[in-house]
């Protein structure tokens, strides 16, 4: 996915910026960058930061940069932030968000003046320079960026840095966040809302759908109303989320424990396990409401190896994922041997690193393992966020068994297949659950799944599990 920081203050604001974009680290694995401007114009660094964390990379660039105003972020995919000048004049630009219509888009700023973009190295242009293009093909970057939210099919939140200062843009449905710090003397935004709290800065606003602001350090002036319609990712409470960070006021970590505790009550009666785990690290928190509401106790039954294999930088091929999976949870087999194990995963996507680790608590002496996945089941490819590696739906565990059942498939048979009162939908976990070896197999429900969580249905978006926008 990504994520990114800004700072708008009246001091050097380099190592903050240094710090709240680190505090992002969490939603991507391979491109760090950040850009500051101040009395000597713009500076800019970007590093690779597949096998070594953010914060090693950009030790070095903090003690030569300089400036009062500064953006950065983490990226999965292009390099950013990009440096631009136009006849807006000179900017820097960061973004998180998915575009759907590239092609599209690309066809109509080349028959609209641009000759040509940079080519990645994936033979893909960069999204952020493409968005660049667009807004500037309007008079002010306040239109500019108007016509981005307007244009782009998918989802599309940036950050904007000219020397006066900051421009923050919400996506147009508001599908993932943007929150503003203040401290005296600057302000800050932000993907994640606790990336600035250790830097001194408390909650301003939260910026709502489609609003855009101008930072500076002297304050924030809306330059778009927000508007009402929203569709905020609602995984993003269950997986991608960190656990100190709210959404729409709602905080990840509780509402986790609500999601465990009604996976907790529908289990109720049904199943005696002797402890509930949860796969570190998302599946923790959900493990612990499941453990609070049933009264069965919290255990570790295997540990997360963090000092070489922290999620944040994960290769990107899926063989290397699955084996670093492997090697980082590491069994306690007095915890597993001759004991009945209730396991709660943030997820099933492919089911590949599940099926691995149920073998290993087997294989450990576990009698039962039982799996509560914190989400409903994943029928459908995110169309708004880069939240997933996958190329194809078919890459999706329940996909592939909906395919071995039934074939091609209508939109009506899915919508069956998402139903979890149907036939349908209970074949299909039955299927996963002698696929994977799991002793038991429930899924969280989306209508609890949406409790969890607490704010409007409406407002939620659950594509990837429905298949409604």
């Given at each position: 996915?990504?994520?990114?920081?800004?700072?708008?203050?009246?001091?050097?604001?380099?190592?903050?910026?240094?710090y709240g974009i680190d505090y992002h680290s969490h939603l991507g694995t391979r491109r760090g960058g950040m850009a500051v401007c101040g009395e000597h114009g713009f500076q800019r660094a970007i590093h690779n930061i597949e096998n070594s964390p953010f914060r090693t990379k950009f030790e070095r660039d903090v003690?030569?940069?300089?400036?009062?105003?500064?953006?950065?972020?983490?990226?999965?995919?292009?390099?950013?932030?990009?440096?631009?000048?136009?006849?807006?004049?000179?900017?820097?630009?960061?973004?998180?968000?998915?575009?759907?219509?590239?092609?599209?888009?690309?066809?109509?700023?080349?028959?609209?003046?641009?000759?040509?973009?940079?080519?990645?190295?994936?033979?893909?242009?960069?999204?952020?320079?493409?968005?660049?293009?667009?807004?500037?093909?309007?008079?002010?970057?306040?239109?500019?960026?108007?016509?981005?939210?307007?244009?782009?099919?998918?989802s599309m939140t940036l950050l904007l840095m000219t020397k006066e200062g900051l421009y923050a843009a919400r996506d147009r449905y508001g599908r993932t966040p943007l929150v503003i710090g203040h401290k005296e003397g600057a302000y800050c935004v932000s993907f994640e809302s606790f990336?600035?709290?250790?830097?001194?800065?408390?909650?301003?606003?939260?910026l709502g759908p489609a609003e855009i602001v101008f930072i500076d350090p002297d304050g924030v002036k809306t330059l778009c109303e927000p508007r009402e319609e929203m569709r905020i990712c609602s995984f993003?409470?269950?997986?991608?989320?960190?656990?100190?960070?709210?959404?729409?006021?709602?905080?990840?970590?509780?509402?986790r424990y609500k999601c465990g505790g009604m996976l907790a009550e529908r289990d109720r009666g049904n199943v005696s396990p002797d402890v509930v785990a949860g796969v570190p690290d998302s599946g923790v928190a959900h493990a612990i409401g499941y453990a609070n509401e049933s009264g069965i106790p919290y255990a570790r039954p295997f540990i997360k190896y963090t000092p070489t294999w922290p999620r944040s930088f994960m290769p990107t091929h899926q063989s290397q994922r699955n084996l670093i999976a492997r090697m980082k949870l590491i069994p306690v087999k007095a915890l597993i041997q001759n004991k009945k194990l209730l396991l709660i995963d943030d997820s099933i996507v492919r089911g590949t690193q599940l099926r691995e680790t149920t073998e290993f608590l087997y294989?450990?002496?576990?009698?039962?393992?039982?799996?509560?996945?914190?989400c409903?089941?994943?029928?459908y490819g995110c169309k708004y966020l880069n939240f997933s590696r996958s190329k194809?739906?078919?890459?999706?565990?329940t996909r592939r068994i909906i395919k071995d059942r039934e074939g091609d498939v209508s939109q009506e048979v899915l919508d069956d297949y998402a139903d979890p009162c149907s036939k349908r939908y209970a074949e299909m976990l039955e299927a996963i659950r002698k696929e994977q070896n799991f002793t038991t197999l429930r899924y969280h429900r989306l209508d609890d799944l949406k409790k969890s969580i607490g704010i409007s249905p409406c407002k939620l978006c659950t594509y990837c599990f429905n298949g409604k926008e």
């Open positions: 996915m990504g994520g990114f920081f800004g700072v708008a203050s009246k001091n050097n604001c380099t190592l903050e910026l240094f003690e030569e940069m300089e400036g009062n105003l500064g953006i950065g972020c983490i990226s999965d995919y292009e390099p950013q932030p990009l440096l631009i000048q136009s006849h807006l004049g000179s900017f820097a630009i960061t973004t998180v968000g998915k575009i759907n219509n590239m092609e599209q888009l690309l066809s109509y700023v080349y028959e609209n003046g641009n000759t040509h973009f940079q080519e990645m190295s994936s033979g893909q242009v960069n999204a952020t320079e493409l968005i660049a293009a667009l807004i500037c093909k309007k008079d002010s970057i306040v239109e500019g960026i108007q016509y981005v939210q307007e244009i782009v099919d998918g990336a600035y709290i250790n830097l001194g800065y408390e909650d301003y606003k939260e993003l409470w269950v997986y991608y989320g960190y656990p100190t960070s709210s959404y729409e006021g709602v905080n990840v970590e509780e509402m294989a450990s002496g576990a009698k039962e393992v039982h799996v509560r996945p914190a409903p089941p994943l029928l194809s739906e078919m890459d999706l565990i």
